[in-house]
């Protein structure tokens, strides 16, 4: 064969399969039974993208990942059924082993913990463990449930799902109070201060419940207070100085409308399709993961919540619940995306990519801005906060990475653009690169071969001072227009056309605008809190955007009901802003509706 480019060879491949680029698959509220948050405080912290990495290891079956800590309030209780029913139902006996045998293994070489209920020795997994070895060792014969449960599938404890390294040893048996109270964790008084507080304000506020929530930042206020400061200072980091994260919100405050007026408005419909699929607004739940940390319920939460209202939610690579749990909570021909990182060994990502297929997942956005994590001082420093911080400091930030490296030594940080055929091999789905912060990286997506892009900077946290998605959608305008469906390729700001003929409301599209060649779409994501900024975002050419901390504060307040009521308060909010600029359906939106404030 030639020694073609790699896009003349993606366009050769696409030509022998057109179907590989083009197939696409047509298309109660509940609250959660325990609303208090129970997060501990004390975990490995990773300056990279998760310090736990559930799914994604449970996909690439090096999982069971957590960070024991804390202290359980009943021991050998709260164990998810799930959890009961897998290990107990195929009819084999199980073992029983004494809460004494657990504790004489403390003086021993080996590792054994108790996790709901189950007795397991983890002696080889030791080194295995993506948040290191020491978080095992110095909770060694301790019942850790209660710091596993908020972070990992219900599950992954299933006989199927163990790593080989990890023994299940049998059910755990008590004989009395001292073998009891031996078994918990250690739990510092701060950590039990702030498990109290954080009952106090969850009763406060659900004395007045979601009503006093009236716009997404109020869900971040609550969420702060809710939440423990581990989840928090997870949830709401960004890299380095943050600067990237505040910009992704101050882009939008530059960005002015230019609403027109006297146009009937009483009837507006903001719902839209994306990748072909429905949704009653044209905004999707970003990946994000361990949204346990924030409620039990975690990503089915939003499952859920997308499911009551008709939105689409992308599941993380590394979300607290596992792909099965949440597509066992979508509704029937509920549409969900899935977010891939690749790993480095190729069968193991390929098995990812064939699971992906066969749950019937509808779109994959493959992550590219996280090659390797962030450096992440909240998190960093909330470790400070609950282990005596040493003069060692800067040590504790090398354990830090030590970590995020380690949970990053499953992605491939060589992954490259010639990667993306080999990926495009492996499913029909539509496969959206995510994280593209320059013009020229989405003009290469385009080239090879991908189906769109999130214009993101993965909320901020990756490297500091980068593009917002939104002035990389104004940079694409600028330099490369074409990739933008014709009609989004005119200037934004007072447009000839319309003052020539200042009674039509949209510019018609030039006749010599020729489509793509194929269908490519443009999404943003990044600092998105109004439905102001929704609109801002589709007037300048994205087709839909992405909010991430903004869900996970919703269903960290009010799980799925919190879930419900956000998409409620974007809808509400982009309807009136559509309103007020003089629009009635969003294919009317357009770049003459905003102006960009120069400095
Ligand atoms: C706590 C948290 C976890 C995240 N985890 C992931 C992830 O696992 N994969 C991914 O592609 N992006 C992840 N992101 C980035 C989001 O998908 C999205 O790009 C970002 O949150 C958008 O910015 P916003 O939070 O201002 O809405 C995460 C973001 C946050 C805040």
Redesign the pocket.
Known sequence: MPNFSPFRKAVLNLRANPQSFLSRRPLSSQTSSSSTNTINQKFIIGAG??ISVPTYLYLTRARLDYQPDTVPDKVNSDVPDQVRSSQSGNGKQIAKISARDVLDKKDSNEFWVVINGDVYNVTEFLDEHPGGREIIESNKSKDVSYIFNPRHPSDQLNNENLPPSVKHLGKLEINNEEEKEKLKLNISKSETDEKELIKKKREEFEEKGLGQIINMRDFEKHAEELCSKVAWG??ASAADDEIT?ES??SDYKKIRFRPRVLRPVKEVDSSTKILGYDSTIPLWI?????AKLGHPDGEVNLTKGAAATGIIQCI???ASCSVEEITAARTNNQPLFF?L?VNSKRHLAKEVISKINRLGFNAI?L?VD?PVGGKRERDIRVKGEFEAPKSDAYDKQGDTKGVAEAIFSAVDPDLNWKDLKWIREQTKLPIII??VQTVEDAVLAYKYGADGV?L?N????QLDTSATGISTLLEIRKHAPFLLRPEYRIPHGPSKELIKNPDLLVPTTPINEKPLDRKFSIFV????WRGTDVVKALCLGAEAV?????F?FAQTVGGVDGTIHAVKIFESEIQLAMRLLGVNKLSDLRPSMVEIVEN
């Open positions: 993208l998760a997870y949830y994260k992704n919100n970003s990946p994000a993961a361990m993380s690579s590394f977010q990182y956005l992550t996280a995510k994280g999130v993101s993965h909320g901020g946290r994501d990044g600092g998105i992405g909010v991430g901390r903004g996970l």
